[in-house]
């Protein structure tokens, strides 16, 4: 048993430090990619937070500052997608979401989409004021200070006031309710139609998925789309509109 | 201001004296009363020149004439007319009449033009001219004019008008001359504008007019031209600044003239001086016009084209907070400076500055506009100390080296005290202005604001986030069962004694142990007597002060247990009894036995329901 334990704790140490290694190896290479971008390298820059993202590795931060590189190299698509991805990541990050809106005023596409209700936008205001670590720190929080207050009410009886505790305790379960719905609704966001940007300067959109398919229409680099489906090196796209149609999966960019 | 030719009238003379011009066509007859013709003065003229043309119904037999319409001709360009003429005759008795209509035309190409057939409408019966052919060549041909012994070829003197620019290339701004000259070798009473060009494409600064704006005698000086010589005479004088780039045409001048054209001897002369009106024009212009280069451009260039120097005053070198000064920034030079946009103030942080007023003011030098404009600003100190006005700029395009020029003025030094009013009563007065945004741009990249965490996997996937959300719960849960058990338990005594028992049971066995072990066999098989007794009393609910052996054996019944079972318990307790009573020390043995046949009793009375 207790050779058991050392190997599970010699293990634990193992990828705690295999963690710590990657951990420092991204931040130097992001500190390498600031440094290019401070001079004006752009394309070093975009290339050093790229190897970061290889590695595996994955930060809200890194995404930004990889749209601002491709974004100085003029590439808007990647731009656009980079952005997408730090706000996927942080959804309340105010400085990715006001690039993505600068960068995308160069795009060529601009779809109209229907006008969002009242409701949708307050729902989309309240659920980007906080990232889904903090909603996961704030149910953990809650749900504890829950359990101390029911447990007190258990323990202590009559020694403390009751219904202040009762209070404390629906209020903490409200949290943890807010929190997990929030926690389940960000979560649940991902599990639709994956979200994408087309990378490709200009690409056409076909109504079947092969090459002599009927051009229906034609889209530009930093246009958001919705994947429907996928089918070998093809994926269905769906645009704001409504407009749909099959295009080359290389020509876009996954969120 | 309507003319009669004589020319023309002579020329319309010899024509009706000698039949009909080269290229005219018999004229139409009217039921043999009159005859309807049309004529022209010259069957080759120049580009320059101009053409008089008459349509004449001469005859019996009418009463009105309406003029042909020659506002369709396509090759000619009507500067003057119809202007009728009239007369009647009456030889023995017979009444005939002429009624003449005159155009001044000019032609608007070279090569051989036709005037063509026109409806005349006689006593409101339609008839036709002729069609008229000429020649038109390049230039000029018809600049003789008689002079009465004037020009130099006795009868006739040349009188030619010159429209001409000073370059034939220039950029977008930059000052282009036109000059209009009247040579002559005959004596001209008076000039008068026919029309004049309107200069599209250019902004226009005219220096003087003499045909417009006489004042007094122009003087002419001789000159010679093309080995003749004139009189030259400077009528006009324009500065054309181009305002787009491509390629601009100054239309042509065209000028009537009163010429003196007989002049002779004696007494007559003084009373019958003659003169004649003619017409000139000039030949169109074509310049080409450059934009201003992109490249190059400094960022204080507001569209100054020309030659230019700059002046900054300050009114004072010492001032006090709200105390306002007034700074004079003066640009003069060369060139058209109305489309000019004012020099680059420096950054005044420390200065509250208000809109400047502006003066103009221009004047010519040897035919070269000479601009000036004067910015005065106000400014208010807002704070005290050594404050310096930092360089004002002015930047132009100088045309004739085809480059950027930037003048900086002088930083100015300026000791400003504390005032006596405080700052906010300026800060809160209408200089104020709103901070609004000139460019918009990306945020910069950052950092993140803790370690480089990768979020590949997240937090709340995490078996710690679990964990943290499980244990609470479950703690919680746990309390919550245990406390709902106790509470239980409260009210059921004979359930708690029954759940005790066991605990008891060995609590007890492990006393006789202990007993045993000191050696204290009397204490080790009361123990063990109190052990299993208490034991069946806790599963009874019953006292074990009180329990008979009979009550004992009857419990344990009630509770399922087995006959060999109780035998044994009771085997046990009256071997405990006999031990304890007849004073026989048992060894150690034979307790250890005993302990453990009264555990596994134990064991099976726990077994039981």
């Not at chain 2, 009507?78 to 009239?86: A, E, K």
């Not at chain 2, 409806?119 to 060549?137: H, M």
């Not at chain 2, 906010?424 to 370690?451: M, N």
């Amino acid at each position: 048993m207790r050779s058991l334990i050392v190997a599970l704790l010699i293990v634990a140490a193992g990828s705690v430090a295999h963690a710590d290694d990657r951990s420092g190896r991204a931040a130097e290479l992001l500190a390498e990619g600031n440094a290019a971008y401070e001079r004006g390298d752009y394309h070093a820059a975009a290339d050093a937070y790229q190897r970061i993202l290889d590695y595996g590795f994955e930060h809200e931060v890194v995404y930004y500052n990889l749209g601002n590189a491709r974004f100085r190299e003029g590439r808007l698509g990647e731009a656009v997608l980079r952005y997408e991805q730090a706000l996927r990541l942080d959804p309340a990050d105010r400085e990715a979401a006001e690039n993505l809106r600068h960068v995308s005023s160069f795009c060529v596409d601009q779809v109209e989409a229907p006008d969002p209700s009242f409701p949708a936008v307050a729902a989309r205001w309240l659920l980007t004021r906080t990232t889904v670590r903090e909603d996961a720190w704030l149910l953990v929080a809650a749900v504890w200070l829950l359990a101390l207050m029911i447990v007190s009410l258990l323990v202590a009886g009559s020694r403390l006031p009751r219904r202040p505790l009762l209070y404390l305790a629906a209020i903490f379960a409200g949290l943890a309710l807010i929190s997990a719905s929030f926690l389940l609704i960000k979560e649940g966001a991902g599990g639709g139609d994956p979200a994408a940007v087309v990378l490709a300067e200009t690409a056409d959109v076909v109504s079947a998925p092969a090459a002599d398919g009927t051009a229906l229409f034609t889209v530009h680099e930093g246009l958001r789309v919705r994947i429907r489906a996928r089918r070998e090196g093809w994926a269905q796209i769906v645009l704001a509109s409504g407009l749909n149609g099959w295009i080359p999966s290389s020509a876009l960019g996954v969120v | 201001m309507r003319i009669r030719s004589l020319r023309g009238l002579a020329a319309i003379g010899i024509a009706v004296a000698g039949g009909w011009l080269p290229g005219g066509a018999p004229p139409l007859r009217a039921a043999e009363t009159f005859t309807v013709r049309a004529t022209v003065d010259a069957s080759r003229i120049g580009l320059q020149d101009t053409l008089e043309f008459q349509v004449q119904v001469e005859g019996s037999g009418f009463s009105s004439v309406e003029p042909p319409d020659l506002t369709r001709l396509e090759e000619f360009e009507v500067l003057d007319g119809p202007r009728r003429v009239q007369r009647q005759t009456i030889v023995n008795g017979a009444v005939s009449g002429v009624t003449q209509f005159l155009w001044t035309l000019a032609p608007k190409r070279v090569g051989m033009l036709a005037v063509p057939a026109l409806a005349v409408r006689v006593d409101g019966k339609p008839y036709r001219t002729q069609r008229v052919d000429l020649q038109v060549v390049a230039g000029t041909v018809a600049t003789r004019v008689p002079s009465g012994g004037r020009g130099e070829r006795g009868g006739e003197a040349e009188v030619l008008l010159v429209g001409e620019v000073d370059r034939a290339r220039a950029y977008v701004g930059q000052q282009v001359t036109f000059t209009l000259k009247l040579l002559t070798q005959a004596r001209i009473r008076g000039v008068a504008y026919q029309t004049r060009p309107d200069f599209n494409g250019f902004w226009v600064e005219r220096e003087f007019d003499a045909i417009e704006d006489p004042k007094g005698s122009v003087q002419g000086q001789p000159t010679v031209r093309d080995g003749k010589n004139y009189q030259e005479f400077l009528l006009a004088r324009v500065a054309l600044f181009p305002t787009t780039s491509g390629a601009h045409q100054i239309d042509p001048v065209n000028v009537q003239m009163r010429v003196a054209s007989e002049r002779g001897g004696g007494f007559g002369s003084f009373f019958f001086d003659r003169e004649q009106t003619i017409l000139r024009r000039t030949a169109p212009v074509t310049l080409e016009v450059a934009a201003i280069p992109e490249t190059g451009r400094p960022a204080s260039f507001t569209g100054a084209v020309g030659d230019y120097r700059l002046e900054v005053k300050a009114d004072r070198t010492e001032s006090a907070v709200n105390d306002a000064i007034s700074l004079a920034v003066s640009v003069r030079g060369e060139g058209n400076l109305r489309g000019a946009g004012a020099p680059v103030l420096p950054p005044l942080v420390d200065f509250q500055p208000f809109d400047p007023t502006v003066e103009e003011g221009r004047s010519f030098r040897a035919g070269i506009l000479i601009g000036s404009r004067k910015w005065n600003y106000v400014l208010v100190p807002l704070a005290p100390g050594d404050q310096t006005i930092s360089p004002v700029e002015f930047a132009y395009f100088d045309p004739d080296a085809g480059a950027f020029r930037t003048l900086r003025s002088e930083p100015l030094p300026l000791r400003v005290a504390k005032g006596e009013r405080p700052a906010e009563t300026v800060a809160s007065g209408s200089g104020r202005r709103e901070i609004t945004a000139v460019g918009s741009d990306i945020h910069f990249i950052r950092l993140p604001s803790g370690p480089l965490e990768d979020r590949r996997a997240p937090f709340h996937r995490s078996g710690t986030f679990v964990a943290l959300l499980l244990f609470p719960v479950l703690v919680t849960g746990a309390l919550g069962a245990w406390r709902l058990r106790a509470r239980r338990l409260d009210g059921d005594v004979g359930r708690r004694r029954a759940l005790s028992a066991r605990r008891n049971f060995r609590a007890a066995l492990r006393a006789a142990e202990s007993a045993r072990g000191a050696g204290r066999a009397a204490e080790f098989h009361a123990a063990l007597s109190r052990a299993l007794t208490r034991f069946v009393a806790d599963r009874g609910n019953l006292s074990s002060a009180g329990m008979t052996r009979d009550l004992l054996r009857q419990t344990l019944q009630a509770t399922g247990v087995g006959a060999e079972a109780i035998a044994e318990v009771e085997a046990i307790l009256d071997q405990c009894d006999a031990a304890q009573f007849s004073r026989v020390s048992s060894g150690p043995a034979a307790m250890e036995s005993l302990h453990r046949r009264a555990a596994a009793a134990g064991e099976r009375l726990e077994g039981a329901r």
